[in-house]
C-alpha cells in the first residue's frame, strides 16, 4: 500500500503534468505570444490592413498565400505581388519583374527568426479587450535600444492576432503603425502572376 505521504503527493503530480500539457494554466505572457506566433506561421493564407499615422502614407492592403506568396496593394502606387525570391509590380497597367537575394521572402516566416525577436522584448499581459465586438487578450511588447518601439497586440478567442499597433521613430518623426489581420486560412484568397 502507498504511504499516506505518497497518496497525497501523486495527485498533486498528476495535475501539474496535466496543466503542463495543455500549456495554458501555468503560460505566461511570453509563452502566450511564442504560442500565437506557432499559430500564426502556420496559416496557410490571411488578410493585413496596414494604416500609418503618416497621412502621406497609403493605407495598405496585404494577402498571404503559404507558403511564399505575398500582394500588397497600395494606392495610388499600384500593386506589388511577391513570389518566392521574385517582385512583380504593378504600376499603371505595366508589369515589371525584379529578382531579389535568395531567402529575401522567406526569412520573414522563419519561426526561429520571429521567436528570437519574441525572446528580445518584454512582454507584458494588459488584460482583457473588446475589439470590434469581440472579446480579445491585449499584450505589450517592449524593445529598447537605439531603434526602441513599443507594440500593442490584441489576440482574439481564436489565438490568432486581430490588430497589432506600433510606435517609434524613424529618423527624427515619431510614427504609428497599425495592422488589422482577417480572414485566416480562407481558401479564396489566392495569389497568380499578374498578366
Known sequence: MMPIAHRAIV?????????LASGTALAGPKEDMVAMSKKFLALRSYHATMINSDKRAPKTEMDFVAPDRYRIAMPPMGEQYMIGDTMYMTVEGRSMRIPMPKGTMTQWREPTRAFREVEKMQIEALGQETLNGKPTKKYRFSQTGAQATSTLIWVGADGYPAKMETTGVAGKRAYTMTVFYSRFN???IKIDLPK
Open 11 to 19: 495527485p498533486r503530480f498528476a495535475l501539474c503534468l496535466a496543466l
Open 186 to 188: 480562407d481558401p479564396s
